[in-house]
Each structure stands twice: as structure tokens, then as C-alpha cells.
């Protein structure tokens, strides 16, 4: 008996999936995907039909982070007057977060992808979400390495205390990665049992996911399903709410960084007590 699931993850990891390509990806696990792409040919994992599904993402730390446009298109996927075909219906089944394994994780650029992650799923999903360490060093590597532990050991605490349901995996630590053009040096023999690796380390991710799936939709999709007005939702969702007020912090900072320059401090104040007051915060 099958049935049919619906993943979010990078378009890298859903070529090696498939074993070739089948989607446009960039040549490391890093996300730019600004919409919902999906491949519509699921592949058999435990007997399940599963349909992979590229979803917007926060990226790392060091990024050009915009959690306000990601909220906004997330409230928009999930608002009934959006017409076109949502992917993610009716229920997200599981979901896997990537991370860059040499990112440092309590830096506040990953703290705040947590925090805005987590109002997205809300508290009861994350026992179906398996986090994704990728870009481990190969043993030989031994200084990389040894940083690579390191990083996993904080990245494996914070996960563990805010998302205690989830998993936390490692992608391809044992056979390591090359990129594209490290791979366009090898023989047609040796290309090949690479990407047969990375293939079967991607399957051995949905296993893991494939254990506990989802029985309930994701809460930004449940606290849009009366409809509000997405503006409004801002302030009505937890993701909202929660993108607002790291809106304000950051407002306030600035307020405070620019201190010198009244005129700009003021406004950046300004801002920040209006959109406080809208929201209730």
C-alpha cells in the first residue's frame, strides 16, 4: 500500500535523489529559490510515492536576509484568493531544512531563520521536519574536519532545545562532496560511483523522514485558512507577528547605531513604535 507525500528541499538534493537531473539547481546545496517549484514525477522510497517540492527558503548567516518578502510570499501561498495550484496541498507530509555545517549556529542571522522557521511550522509539526547538515569534510580533511564537529555539536544542541521532535541527519559525511567542476575532472567511471553516493545518501535522508510524517498541516497554513487579508495576516499569524518583531529590532538598532544622525534615528524610531502599536506588540 503507498501513499502519496510531499517533501520541501533544495532542487541539489532533489537531482540526487532522481540520480540525474531534473530540475535547475545551483552547483552547492544553497538556496535561491524565490517561488514553490515541484517535480511532478514522484520517486518510490518504503513504498511510498514520494513528490519532491522546492520551496522559498532564509539561507544561512552572512546572507542578504529579506524575512519580510519570505513571509509575505508564504502568507500568499496559503491565502485562499490565490488561485494558482498550491503544491503544498493539503498537507505537508515532511519537510527537510538544509544547513551549511561550517555556518557558526548561534549567530543571530541563524537564530532568527530558526525562530522564523519555527512560526512557520508551529510546535506540533517538527516531529516530521529533519534538519540536514551538509558540506562535511571528508575524514582526511582533519582540520575541516574537526570544525565540522564542532559546528554540528552547537547546531545539534540548539535544534535539540527548540525543535526536540526533530531530527538532526548528516548528508554525504562519510564520501564527502565535489563540486561541479571537481566532478567534470573525473573519468565517466568514477563520475558516475560518485553521483551513485550522493544518490544513495539523499535516499538514506528520506528514509530517515519517511519514519514520522506529518498528520496535520503546517500553522501558517492553518492560520490562513479563514482567509484574512494578507496584510492583515502579518499581524494575525505567528509568522507574522514574529517577522515583525525582528522588523522592530532591527529598527531600534538602527535607531541606536545611528544616533549621530538625529534625523535618521528619529525615523527609524518612529517606524519601529508604529509597526509595534499596529501589531500589539
Known amino acids: 500500500m503507498s501513499s502519496k507525500l510531499q517533501l520541501t528541499l533544495y532542487l541539489q538534493f532533489i537531482n540526487d535523489t532522481y540520480g540525474k537531473k531534473v530540475a535547475d539547481s545551483t552547483k552547492s546545496l544553497t538556496s535561491d529559490t524565490n517561488e514553490i517549484s515541484y517535480v511532478n ?94 558540506k562535511w569534510a571528508t575524514d582526511a580533511e582533519r582540520n575541516t574536519r574537526k570544525r565540522n564537529e564542532n559546528s554540528f555539536v552547537g547546531w545539534g544542541q540548539k535544534i535539540r ?44 535522508v528520506l528514509q530517515q523522514l519517511l519514519t514520522k510524517t506529518a498528520t496535520r498541516p503546517i500553522l501558517v497554513q492553518e492560520e490562513m485558512k479563514n482567509g484574512p487579508l494578507l496584510l492583515k495576516a502579518l499581524k494575525t499569524t505567528t509568522l507574522g507577528r514574529t517577522t515583525l518583531q525582528h522588523l522592530i529590532e532591527d529598527l531600534e538598532r538602527a535607531a541606536g547605531v545611528n544616533s549621530k544622525a538625529r534625523g535618521i534615528a528619529l525615523y527609524a524610531h518612529a517606524i519601529a513604535q508604529l509597526i509595534r502599536k499596529w501589531v500589539g506588540l
Open 41 to 134: 514525477r514522484p520517486i518510490r522510497v518504503n513504498d511510498h510515492d514520494v513528490l519532491l517540492v522546492d520551496t522559498i527558503g532564509l539561507g544561512g548567516s552572512g546572507k542578504n536576509h529579506d524575512r519580510l518578502s519570505f513571509t509575505w510570499k508564504w502568507l500568499s501561498i496559503f491565502h485562499p484568493g490565490n488561485d494558482r495550484n498550491n503544491p503544498l496541498e493539503p498537507i505537508v507530509k515532511g519537510i527537510l531544512y538544509f544547513i551549511d555545517i561550517m555556518d557558526v549556529a548561534m549567530n543571530e542571522d541563524n537564530v532568527r531563520n530558526l525562530e522564523t522557521f519555527k512560526a512557520l511550522v508551529g510546535e506540533e509539526v517538527p516531529e516530521s521536519v529533519v534538519f540536514v547538515t551538509t
Open 161 to 204: 532545545r527548540d525543535f526536540p521532535k526533530a531530527l538532526i541527519v548528516r548528508l554525504d559525511d562519510t564520501t564527502g562532496r565535489l563540486d561541479e567542476d571537481d566532478l567534470n575532472d573525473l573519468s565517466s567511471a568514477e563520475r558516475r560511483k560518485k553521483e551513485g553516493q550522493y544518490h544513495d545518501n539523499a535516499i538514506k
